[in-house]
């Protein structure tokens, strides 16, 4: 079987995205494609042919693209900061723009020594994770109450672990009960959370509301629900001075931090956009002890 050029099967797979309805057609045939051959996107064009059998599993992922799986199911990986985390059904998959929301948290402990640090409904782990792969002697707790996306995130624990990085303590448990991380009460540096915040009803790519966890994405009527747990439990976990880092939908701009607002131990409410210029996350910080 003679070899066949790679730049028309990438071509192809882009006609055939595009005709689908994927937001990134050429983006995503060049991962695609990458992630075939076996070599990083920006070489891909010192591949020039390739075998027939590479060709037909390109456009085998290709067609399964087209249905709208998402594209890091079809990797088998997500990547968050500095950190790559298997994914796949029964978790919610990470986004780039929570980086921003762990690149906010890491610097805000950059001044602490072996910090403590809580990632809320972790699901995949990826946010716990950045946090430990950027602060090796940072003490990370991660919480997830389904049980499907903890599976995964033990996973990806483990292969952290495996790896040479420092252990995440995983804990089955539901953000909104009364007695959380009862251990950690006043002794938080750092909690992060990317909760369910979507309001119900919310009309979502297939990639989002055939793939995700529906309890992973909405948050109730205003997608608020999981949000007003997140803030209670925090102000209890925050030591004197620790910070608070809470991701919403875009939304949410200024309900978030009026409810931040609201906590007289929270004070330092700001609201942060995304790279699109969209409100995507807010911060506080637990008054010390002489303003409490």
């Known amino acids: 079987m003679s070899r066949q050029p790679l730049r028309l099967a990438i071509a192809e ?8 309805g994927v937001a990134s057609p050429r983006h995503d045939a060049e991962v695609l494609a990458a992630h075939v051959v076996g070599v990083e996107r920006g070489r891909l064009m010192l591949q020039p042919l390739v075998d027939p059998p590479a060709i037909e599993a390109l456009r ?11 594209l890091q199911h079809l990797l088998g990986t997500a990547v968050l900061g500095p950190v790559e985390v298997a994914v796949g059904p029964g978790v919610f998959t990470p986004r780039p723009e929570t980086e921003l929301l762990l690149e906010w948290g890491v610097h805000a402990i950059s001044g602490v020594s072996s910090p403590v640090v809580v990632d809320l409904c972790t699901g995949s782990g ?3 994770l950045g946090v430990a792969a950027s602060r090796p002697d ?29 252990p995440v ?15 950690l009460e006043s ?8 909760p369910p915040y979507v309001p119900d009803g919310t009309p979502l790519p297939p990639e989002v509301t055939e793939w995700d966890p529906r309890v992973a994405v909405f948050g109730g009527p205003d ?13 209890g976990l925050l030591r004197y001075g620790g910070y608070l ?12 931090p009026a409810l931040l607002r609201r906590r007289r131990v929270l004070t330092d409410v700001a609201e942060h956009q995304d790279l699109n210029g969209r409100p995507r996350f807010a911060t506080a910080r637990r008054r010390d002890a002489a303003a409490s």
């Open 169 to 183: 303590t995983l804990h089955a448990a539901d953000v909104r009960s009364g007695d959380l991380l009862l251990e």
């Open 245 to 256: 880092a809470i991701e919403h939908d875009d939304t949410h701009g200024v309900l978030v």
């Open 13 to 20: 797979a882009e006609r055939m995205l595009l005709a689908a």
């Open 126 to 128: 990826a946010l716990a």
């Open 187 to 194: 002794h938080v540096d750092l909690v992060l959370c990317n």
């Open 138 to 166: 940072a003490v990370v707790h991660a919480v997830e109450a389904d049980a499907a996306a903890l599976s995964w995130a033990q996973r990806n624990v483990s292969d952290h672990i495996a790896a040479g990085g420092t």
């Open 223 to 235: 997608g608020l629900d999981v949000i007003r747990a997140v803030i209670a439990s925090s102000a």
């Open 60 to 70: 085998q992922l290709v067609v399964r693209r087209a249905a709208r799986e998402p």
